[in-house]
Nanobody
C-alpha cells in the first residue's frame, strides 16, 4: 500500500507559477513510477506528466510541455510538479499517482495509487 498526499495548490493569475508536492508513505516509493493527472469540472481526467522510478526519464502532455517540470526526490519520498506560465485552461484538480513499474504511462488505468487531489485555479 502506498499513500499519497498532494499539497501546494492555490489561486494564481495567468502567467504565474505554482509548485505542487506529493508526499508518499512507505519504503517502496522508489519502486514506483509516478504521474500527475488533472481533472476540470465536466471533463475527463487527463494525463499531465510522468516520471520513471529512477527519475532518469520524464514525459509530458503536449499542452504543458515546456511549461511544467516533473521531478522526484526518492530520499524524501516526494514527487514535484513545477508549473510555470500558467494559463486559465490549467485550472483543475491535480492528482498524483503511483504505478508499480519502472516507467510511467499516459493512461490513468496503469496507476494503482492516487492522492486526494489539490485545486489549482488560474485567473485571467
Amino acid at each position: 500500500q502506498v499513500q499519497l498526499v498532494e499539497s501546494g495548490g492555490g489561486s494564481v493569475q495567468a502567467g504565474g507559477s505554482l509548485r505542487l508536492s506529493c508526499a508518499a508513505s512507505g519504503r517502496t516509493f522508489s519502486k514506483n513510477a509516478m504521474g500527475w493527472f488533472r481533472q476540470a469540472p465536466g471533463k475527463e481526467r487527463e494525463f499531465v506528466a510522468g516520471i520513471a522510478w529512477s527519475g532518469d526519464s520524464t514525459f509530458y502532455a503536449d499542452s504543458v510541455k515546456g511549461r511544467f517540470t516533473i521531478s522526484r526526490d526518492n530520499a524524501k519520498n516526494t514527487v514535484y510538479l513545477q508549473m510555470n506560465s500558467l494559463k486559465p485552461e490549467d485550472t483543475a484538480i491535480y492528482y498524483c499517482a503511483a504505478a508499480p513499474a519502472r516507467y510511467g504511462s499516459r493512461r490513468s488505468s496503469e496507476y494503482d495509487y492516487w492522492g486526494q487531489g489539490t485545486q489549482v485555479t488560474v485567473s485571467s
